[in-house]
């Protein structure tokens, strides 16, 4: 098995720091190693830092890879050497990746010359505060005992100005339980950060956290208040706390390394050039964090291969044996890596903050949980309706969060303006119904939207509903995608503005205007299309092999022209398919593909991260072979919707992993296992099951009975 690849860096630019926290890791936990180390990193050690994730970057194909300026206090190195170790490493990577740089301080230094610098080499600014005054100065308090909350508030102000507002990444926040967690979140948020994140205090087995009331779960209640807080707020500001547990209840990934079972991608890079492990690991003992390597004499790949590094990559396979029976274990991942350390068993334990991890998951999964019967578990066109709105509501999430960005308002009026018009709105759902919409909506949940994705979006739109639009965005690539429609091939990357016109479009560039009629495509060389595949009797198949957001399956699309032979197979396939279930297509869990994208060779049929109707197909699939797996993966798609709109249990339950194994199990015709896992889910209490999900349950009991009494070539429960 592969490890995944390293790509967030936390490089230590400064050892020290003007604040005396009584609850940071690097100086008052277990490791002291910052008293050995250089106050400022040598220009040496971040020449040779640059170069070798570079290096690793390239030989890894990274798409982008994250750089974190960190410390001790990074500000404290001042803005002339802030804006050289940023030149050096934009430098260096950027040829080979896309590189986002941040900087973690605590802001009582930021000053506009800071900002100056990382405004020209766009440096997001993530700054800790631990809520209102009280809370803040019961433990960020200066080397002279005094409150750091003014001067904090002070950065925050300037990092809220117009100038600079796109810099500013968000707040940190370390939970103390004598806090008000409704002051801390209401000072918080009053400050309108575009992102709160919420800390567990460093802690072990062998320095229990801080319990002054006593409760068996404090800190899953400090927080469950704060949540409940926050859905009073509309979730107006996102938390990732709450989110990536929201998100793993659903079967989606984990947000943030101190729950999930999402492998560590992280290095950290002392003021010297060693390699450190994740800086919880401090907290620990002396030296826990150490390799023994450094960017002098070791390079990337070589840390990766570090025991320690390993074993943070394990998933479910590196939790203790407790935590791997624990039904919230998708959610929690055992908690962080640090807190399960004990001087017995070192990390082979539950977290010390176990009890919490599981009334937190547990409490947020209540309540979410929506327990009403969706109409869309009985009908497959409101589960395409639901799956629309559910477009819907990523893509007004998404514009809002593009608004402050240059030319983002321009992609939320215009297209707020089409979804308004009577006789433009159907071509909105239409553009929104591509599957890899999802994909880029998906993905701007959790990094930085792609702004030309969205306006280009708008752009698509306008052209099919011959709407009088015209858009400018500064292009990345030379490749401008129109989602749905297909890719016009620019001169060069840059400023381009595009105009919908009768019929089609007009590009201009640097090279002046090009105009398109989409009926007419092979009139302008710079455009192609989107292949189609016609099919008898049904809507034709959309042949995807362009857009930048295809790359959402767990292989990756084929390099390349699609071969000649490749649309002809897929009638083959088809005709194969209605002539074995001549009513396959009227089942439940057909799946009704609209688009296909070709994948690299031996690579079968594939669902990736994606809106309905998208498939992976290998570029040497047979008919047979399709025929085959269709019907399988159509039953996985379905299944996949109905939990991406409705609640089919209490989230991150028992009664949610039997329903998908007696699904998936009578897909495969194994059909004894899936009785036993129906069997099981019916022992079960009422409550663990909405009414959506007794439905479904339901209909597996006679989608089992009629496979039972009926010939395994004919169609069921049409």
Same mark, same amino acid.
């Given at each position: 098995?592969?490890?995944?690849?390293?790509?967030?860096?936390?490089?230590?630019?400064?050892?020290?720091? %003007? =604040?005396? *926290?009584?609850?940071?890791?690097?100086?008052?936990?277990?490791?002291?190693?910052?008293?050995?180390?250089?106050?400022?990193?040598?220009?040496?050690?971040?020449?040779?830092?640059?170069?070798?994730?570079?290096?690793?970057?390239?030989?890894?194909?990274?798409?982008?890879?994250?750089?974190?300026?960190?410390?001790?206090?990074?500000?404290? *190195?001042?803005?002339?050497?802030?804006?050289?170790?940023?030149?050096?490493?934009?430098?260096?990577?950027?040829?080979?990746?896309?590189?986002?740089?941040?900087?973690?301080?605590?802001?009582?230094?930021?000053?506009?010359?800071?900002?100056?610098?990382?405004?020209?080499?766009?440096?997001?600014?993530?700054?800790?505060?631990?809520?209102?005054?009280?809370?803040?100065?019961?433990?960020?308090?200066?080397?002279?005992?005094?409150?750091?909350?003014?001067?904090? =508030?002070?950065?925050? &102000?300037?990092?809220?100005?117009?100038?600079?507002?796109?810099?500013?990444?968000?707040?940190?926040?370390?939970?103390?339980?004598?806090?008000?967690?409704?002051?801390?979140?209401?000072?918080?948020?009053?400050?309108?950060?575009?992102?709160?994140? +919420?800390?567990?205090?460093?802690?072990?087995?062998?320095?229990?956290?801080?319990?002054?009331?006593?409760?068996?779960?404090?800190?899953?209640?400090?927080?469950?208040?704060?949540?409940?807080?926050?859905?009073?707020?509309?979730?107006?500001?996102?938390?990732?706390?709450?989110?990536?547990?929201?998100?793993?209840?659903?079967?989606?990934?984990?947000?943030?390394? #101190?729950?999930?079972?999402?492998?560590?991608?992280?290095?950290?890079?002392?003021?010297?050039?060693?390699?450190?492990?994740?800086?919880?690991?401090?907290?620990?003992?002396?030296?826990?964090?150490?390799?023994?390597?450094?960017?002098?004499?070791?390079?990337?790949?070589?840390?990766?291969?570090?025991?320690?590094?390993?074993?943070?990559?394990?998933? !479910?396979?590196?939790?203790?044996?407790?935590?791997?029976?624990?039904?919230?274990?998708?959610?929690?991942?055992?908690?962080?890596?640090?807190?399960? +350390?004990?001087?017995?068993?070192?990390? &082979?334990?539950?977290?010390?903050?176990?009890?919490?991890?599981?009334?937190?998951?547990? @409490?947020?999964?209540?309540?979410?949980?929506?327990?009403?019967?969706?109409?869309?578990?009985?009908?497959? %066109?409101?589960?395409?309706?639901?799956?629309?709105?559910?477009?819907?509501?990523?893509?007004?999430?998404?514009? %809002?969060?593009?608004?402050?960005?240059?030319? @983002?308002?321009?992609?939320?009026?215009?297209?707020?303006?089409?979804?308004?018009?009577?006789?433009?709105?159907?071509?909105?759902?239409?553009?929104?119904?591509?599957? +890899?919409?999802?994909?880029?909506?998906?993905?701007?949940?959790?990094?930085?939207?792609?702004?030309?994705?969205?306006?280009?979006?708008?752009?698509?739109?306008?052209?099919?509903?011959?709407?009088?639009?015209?858009?400018?965005?500064?292009?990345?690539?030379?490749?401008?995608?129109?989602?749905?429609?297909?890719?016009?091939?620019?001169?060069?990357? @840059?400023?381009?503005?595009?105009?919908?016109?009768?019929?089609?479009?007009?590009?201009?560039?640097?090279?002046?205007?090009?105009?398109?009629?989409?009926?007419?495509?092979?009139?302008?060389?710079?455009?192609?299309?989107? %292949?189609?595949?016609?099919?008898?009797?049904?809507?034709? !198949?959309?042949? &995807?092999?362009?857009?930048?957001?295809?790359? *959402?399956?767990?292989?990756?699309?084929?390099?390349?022209?699609?071969?000649?032979?490749?649309?002809?197979? =897929?009638?083959?396939?088809?005709?194969?398919?209605?002539?074995?279930?001549?009513?396959?297509?009227?089942?439940?869990?057909?799946?009704?593909?609209?688009?296909?994208?070709?994948?690299?060779? @031996?690579?079968?049929?594939?669902?990736?991260?994606?809106?309905?109707?998208?498939?992976?197909?290998?570029?040497?699939?047979?008919?047979?072979?399709?025929?085959?797996?269709?019907?399988?993966?159509?039953?996985?798609?379905?299944?996949?919707?109905?939990?991406?709109?409705?609640?089919?249990?209490?989230?991150?339950?028992?009664?949610?992993? =039997?329903?998908?194994?007696?699904?998936?199990? !009578?897909?495969?015709?194994?059909?004894?296992?899936?009785?036993?896992?129906?069997?099981?889910?019916?022992? !079960?209490?009422?409550?663990?099951?909405?009414?959506?999900? #007794?439905?479904? #349950?339901?209909?597996?009991?006679?989608?089992?009975?009629?496979?039972?009494?009926?010939?395994?070539?004919?169609?069921?429960?049409?």
């Amino acid at each position: 098995m592969t490890s995944p690849s390293l790509q967030q860096l936390v490089l230590k630019v400064h050892s020290r720091c %003007d =604040l005396a *926290c009584d609850h940071c890791y690097v100086y008052e936990h277990a490791d002291q190693g910052w008293k050995s180390r250089p106050v400022v990193i040598s220009e040496e050690a971040l020449t040779r830092t640059a170069q070798r994730f570079a290096s690793y970057a390239e030989a890894h194909k990274l798409p982008s890879v994250t750089i974190i300026l960190h410390g001790g206090e990074p500000l404290l *190195c001042g803005p002339t050497r802030l804006g050289q170790i940023c030149a050096e490493l934009t430098r260096t990577l950027a040829p080979v990746t896309t590189l986002d740089l941040q900087i973690h301080t605590n802001g009582i230094q930021l000053s506009p010359r800071h900002l100056d610098v990382f405004a020209e080499f766009g440096v997001r600014v993530g700054i800790s505060l631990d809520g209102d005054r009280a809370a803040n100065d019961r433990h960020r308090l200066d080397r002279r005992g005094r409150s750091s909350y003014d001067r904090v =508030l002070r950065g925050i &102000d300037l990092l809220r100005s117009p100038a600079y507002r796109h810099l500013f990444g968000g707040l940190l926040c370390t939970v103390d339980v004598a806090n008000d967690p409704v002051a801390v979140h209401e000072s918080l948020t009053a400050l309108d950060p575009p992102r709160i994140d +919420y800390l567990l205090p460093h802690s072990t087995w062998e320095h229990p956290p801080p319990n002054p009331s006593g409760s068996p779960t404090p800190y899953a209640d400090w927080l469950l208040a704060v949540f409940d807080l926050w859905e009073e707020q509309g979730r107006r500001i996102p938390v990732r706390t709450f989110e990536s547990v929201l998100s793993t209840l659903r079967g989606g990934p984990s947000l943030t390394e #101190a729950m999930g079972l999402a492998p560590s991608d992280l290095a950290v890079i002392e003021t010297d050039g060693t390699f450190e492990q994740a800086d919880s690991l401090r907290t620990a003992f002396d030296g826990a964090a150490s390799t023994g390597y450094d960017v002098f004499r070791h390079g990337f790949e070589e840390f990766a291969r570090h025991e320690g590094v390993v074993a943070r990559q394990r998933g !479910l396979a590196g939790v203790s044996e407790a935590c791997r029976s624990c039904p919230v274990v998708d959610s929690c991942g055992g908690g962080l890596y640090a807190h399960r +350390y004990s001087v017995e068993r070192e990390f &082979d334990n539950p977290s010390v903050f176990c009890a919490d991890l599981r009334a937190l998951v547990d @409490g947020i999964a209540e309540r979410v949980t929506s327990r009403a019967l969706a109409p869309s578990v009985c009908r497959s %066109d409101e589960l395409s309706f639901s799956q629309l709105e559910l477009d819907r509501t990523l893509l007004s999430v998404t514009l %809002d969060d593009l608004a402050p960005e240059p030319g @983002g308002e321009d992609a939320r009026r215009t297209l707020l303006g089409l979804d308004s018009g009577d006789d433009t709105t159907q071509h909105l759902n239409e553009v929104l119904t591509h599957p +890899y919409i999802r994909t880029s909506l998906l993905r701007s949940r959790h990094e930085a939207a792609d702004l030309p994705r969205f306006l280009a979006l708008a752009c698509a739109t306008a052209v099919r509903a011959g709407a009088d639009v015209t858009l400018g965005w500064n292009q990345p690539e030379r490749a401008l995608h129109l989602p749905a429609l297909g890719t016009f091939m620019l001169a060069e990357p @840059g400023r381009v503005e595009v105009k919908a016109t009768p019929g089609g479009f007009c590009v201009f560039g640097r090279s002046g205007p090009v105009q398109v009629q989409l009926t007419d495509a092979a009139a302008t060389p710079q455009w192609r299309p989107l %292949d189609t595949v016609e099919l008898p009797g049904r809507p034709a !198949l959309v042949i &995807d092999d362009a857009d930048p957001y295809r790359d *959402c399956f767990a292989v990756p699309p084929a390099a390349g022209p699609t071969p000649a032979s490749f649309a002809e197979r =897929l009638r083959r396939a088809y005709e194969l398919l209605d002539a074995r279930l001549p009513r396959w297509s009227v089942d439940r869990n057909a799946f009704h593909v609209t688009t296909v994208t070709p994948l690299t060779a @031996g690579s079968g049929l594939r669902l990736g991260t994606h809106g309905p109707g998208a498939l992976g197909v290998a570029v040497d699939f047979t008919p047979e072979e399709f025929a085959r797996e269709l019907p399988r993966l159509g039953r996985r798609a379905r299944l996949k919707s109905l939990r991406e709109t409705s609640d089919l249990n209490v989230l991150g339950n028992r009664a949610g992993r =039997l329903l998908d194994e007696a699904f998936e199990q !009578l897909g495969s015709a194994r059909r004894e296992a899936a009785v036993r896992a129906l069997v099981e889910l019916t022992v !079960l209490p009422e409550s663990e099951l909405t009414e959506t999900g #007794a439905v479904l #349950a339901a209909q597996l009991w006679n989608e089992w009975a009629e496979h039972v009494n009926t010939p395994a070539d004919r169609p069921h429960h049409a």
